[in-house]
């Protein structure tokens, strides 16, 4: 079972970095509350900080993940790490494009020869 959750925004702004419990107390705080029946918590969170594709609702969308993420890093226990400080201290990798291409094409060859019904 996952344990802690790094929720990402819009091009990859984290919001959120702690235990999966934290963030479903911290967001009702807030005023989101995820509803207890019919609802998958992962989907409630994924659906706080995604973005509409087009219309009017794109510019709220944006400004509804400021406001979280921005709450949200008030909230956090006094004397931890910032997120930024935390994907700053995060190793890069160092392989190159066309390794991880190979890479990513024998993860696709695979998959697709395991599962031919399918593909």
Do not use: Y
């Not at 959120?16 to 918590?41: D, K, M, W, Y």
């Amino acid at each position: 079972m996952i344990q802690d959750v790094l929720l990402l925004g819009p091009g990859g702004r984290a919001v959120f970095c702690g235990s999966r419990t934290e963030i479903l107390e911290q967001l009702a705080a807030l005023g989101h509350a995820c509803p207890r029946e019919g609802v998958n918590p992962a989907d409630f969170i994924i659906d706080l900080v995604s973005v509409h594709s087009e219309g009017a609702q794109v510019d709220e969308d944006h400004r509804r993940i400021a406001r979280l993420a921005e709450k949200l890093a008030k909230m956090r226990a006094p004397g931890a790490p910032s997120l930024a400080s935390l994907a700053a201290a995060a190793p890069h990798s160092s392989t190159s494009p066309w390794r991880a291409f190979h890479l990513l094409l024998r993860r696709a060859w695979l998959q697709t020869s395991r599962d031919k019904a399918t593909n």
